[in-house]
């Protein structure tokens, strides 16, 4: 039996529910699931967003998320979780990225969930570029990402 990477990065949509049937598969104390999907917002900072383009670094990304999700079971009662990210171009309303936590209780999953969307907005190397009628211009690092992060008793610089 093969299993299924804890982490993806990938140019192609998935399907939220195929994912978390991989992550339930064979575990039978799962009690819990929760799950969070970004997508493409048509806006932002006052502008239309007509595209984003999200780039990364190949290999680190991936070893960065893994960490997190390690650190995720460190912290929490969890069973098991799956982090989904897309990268390329992509269109309003399209599907970035989704986590999926599972555990025996909704508490810890729900934590957990929350734990790992903080991280990931500030430490995954991942780059956005927004497509608005005033030009191209790369996303920066948000104050309130970081001030989510610190919420967990983590004071990281952005990545």
């Known amino acids: 039996m093969t299993v299924a990477p804890r982490v993806r990065i990938q ?4 399907d939220l529910s195929a994912e978390v049937a991989q992550l339930r598969a064979g575990q039978a104390g ?3 699931v929760c ?3 970004g997508t493409v917002r048509d806006h932002s900072e006052g502008s239309t967003v007509a595209a984003m383009t999200l780039e990364h670094y190949p290999g680190m990304t991936e070893s ?4 997190m999700i390690d650190e995720a079971h460190r912290r929490f009662d969890i069973l098991g979780a799956r982090v989904v990210h897309r990268v390329g171009p ?3 309303t399209d599907q970035i990225m989704m986590v ?3 555990s025996a209780h909704r508490g810890q999953s729900f934590q957990a969930c929350e734990f790992l969307m903080d991280y990931l907005k500030t430490q995954a190397p991942f780059w956005k570029k927004e497509s608005t009628p005033e030009g191209a211009r790369w996303v920066d690092a ?3 990402d970081d001030d989510a ?3 967990w008793g983590l004071h990281l610089p952005n990545a």
Do not use: C, N, Y
């Open 35 to 37: 799950s969070f999907v």
């Open 142 to 144: 948000r104050v309130s």
């Open 11 to 14: 140019t192609q949509d998935f």
């Open 64 to 67: 960065s998320i893994e960490a």
């Open 90 to 92: 992509l269109a309003p």
């Open 30 to 32: 799962i009690g819990a």
């Open 149 to 151: 992060l610190a919420r």
């Open 100 to 102: 999926a936590v599972v």
